[in-house]
């Protein structure tokens, strides 16, 4: 069973607000992701770290900036919201060895006004 | 990046066989996953496949070519809580992210 949590998980808030949706694991794993995912539609990589102090871009270009201080914690913020930006956000964790396959938080469902 | 193909929809009567395919074009293969997405959730991993062939788990069997840059998904006995998305992602050498399709939508009727 893999523990990966994600907050808030419901988010409405205003055009130009500063925002940070958070993302934990209790895994202990080194890789973490967060992907952009709107309804019906595919998952997009925006970013991804290998390790602690190690971040980079995904595939889609994306406003939003990352950091990975500690093994556990992988924080996405959008300085300054944009109604552009609502979408649903997931934040995986893949395992340090065999398949490495990914694991999934519940994802953060976020509507800018 | 890679090209992934999946179906966008497909529709079965519960107690069925449903085939999902894949094709995939990649710059270097390491391996293909199969993920369920049900509605509102996170997706969650079902199979993944690296050598030709089928891997089997209960209900679910996933099939490789390789050679051909193609896999499918079987759901066999289907039940009402089958029905989701269907999510098939490539990894490729010397790297750990996933390319995802756009998924297949699953409809499983009484």
């Known amino acids: 069973e893999a523990d990966i949590y994600q907050t808030p998980r419901y988010l409405v808030i205003g055009t130009g607000k500063k925002i940070t949706l958070e993302c934990s694991q209790t895994m202990g794993h080194d890789k973490m992701y967060w992907y952009q995912q709107d309804p019906g539609m595919e998952l997009h990589l925006i970013h991804y770290s290998y390790g602690v102090n190690s971040t980079e871009k995904g595939d889609l270009s994306s406003e939003s900036t990352v950091s990975r201080i500690r093994t556990e914690h992988f924080p996405l913020t959008l300085e300054s919201a944009r109604p552009s930006h609502t979408s649903q956000y997931l934040c995986?964790?893949?395992?340090?060895?065999?398949?490495?396959?990914?694991?999934f938080g519940p994802g953060t469902r976020l509507t800018v006004t | 990046g890679q090209n992934i193909d999946q179906p966008t929809e497909m529709t079965a009567t519960e107690g069925a066989i449903v085939q999902i395919n894949c094709t995939y074009q990649?710059?270097?293969?390491?391996?293909l996953f199969w993920y369920q997405q049900h509605a509102g959730e996170a997706p969650t991993f079902l199979s993944y496949?690296?050598?030709?062939g089928l891997e089997e788990k209960g209900r679910f069997s996933s099939f490789l070519s390789r050679s051909k840059g193609y896999s499918y998904l079987l759901l066999k006995e289907l039940q009402m809580k089958d029905s989701a998305s269907y999510l098939c992602?490539?990894?490729?050498?010397?790297?750990?992210?996933?390319?995802f399709g756009a998924g297949t939508t699953v409809t499983v009727r009484a």
């Open positions: 496949n690296v050598l030709d």
């Open positions: 992602a490539v990894r490729v050498s010397n790297d750990y992210k996933l390319s």
């Open positions: 990649t710059s270097g293969f390491n391996g």
């Open positions: 995986a964790s893949s395992a340090n060895g065999g398949l490495y396959e990914q694991y």
